[in-house]
């Protein structure tokens, strides 16, 4: 058999915008694609866009809440993500015999054997969203008016790409609304319009689209359609490669309607299901949109945009 390598234009502006990064040293490669070091210049990057988005939602006066990048596995078991990503769900998995099996493994680490069979799947799974871990501490009786979170932390999704843009561990920034139906609409709706307006003031040529998430296989298909149908999704998108590609998503406002609350059973002060909603915005893939716009050195980027950043 042999290998069909077909490599489209878009794919070689995809590389050569890699090429860009790891020649100015924005980012690092290792052995697997998607999984990179990143600069200090990068990070400083990052830094002035999480103060930016803070400042910008402020007025919603979110509680502040940090989870690590790994949670609960029964907490994983409620959200479904199994059942609709399994391609992309991450789970940590540890050695719990004893001696006998260790040196079993061992022995066939030495024979150049897999040993990962020895391993079982540890009580955490790698966080795919970063409001995850939030909605399996919200069980109960919501306050009035519902609860806003402000949230930061890394998300793990096994998608393996050489497209700078698709990294398989990424940070993200969301504020999660909970609360009943008809706010987590308008909180989802205003609080787009806000994300737009933060996004375009650096600069970037945003556009707010319908979207859908990846949902696997052929029962995946009809969520795909359910989704785009009822507008549950919003990504803003910013085109990096011309004519080539239509935009990538750098954040998305999401209207989870009681997909996680019924699953936490989270309820409103009226005793019904309450909603959530949640705009997230994607740190490096905002990072990487802006250096693809005003280019490698941030001494040379727009005067208005280093001070948004505090750069
Ligand atoms: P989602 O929950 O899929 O809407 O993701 C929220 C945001 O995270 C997206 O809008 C992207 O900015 C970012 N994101 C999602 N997947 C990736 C990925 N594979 N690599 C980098 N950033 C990502
Ligand atoms: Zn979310």
Redesign the pocket.
Known sequence: MTDVLVSTPLDEARLAFRDELLESGMLVATSVPGIYGRSGDFERIVTGLDTLLGESFASLGATVLRFPPVYPRADFERTDYIASFPDLSGIVSSFEDGDREHRELLAAREDGHAWDGWLKPADVVLTN?ICHPLYATLEGTLPEGGSVHDLSGYGF?H?PSNDP????S?R?REFVFAGTPDAAQLYRDTWLDTSVAVLASLGLAVDAVPAN?PFFGRAGKMLVSAQLRENLKV?IIVPLYGDLHEGT????A?CQRDHLTAAFDIRTTDGEIAHGACI???M???ALALLRTHGMRLDAWPVDVRALLGL
């Open positions: 969203a999704r998608e843009m698709r990294l398989q990424f993200m998430d990504e998503a750098i954040a998305s999401n997230a915005f994607g490096e893939r905002t």
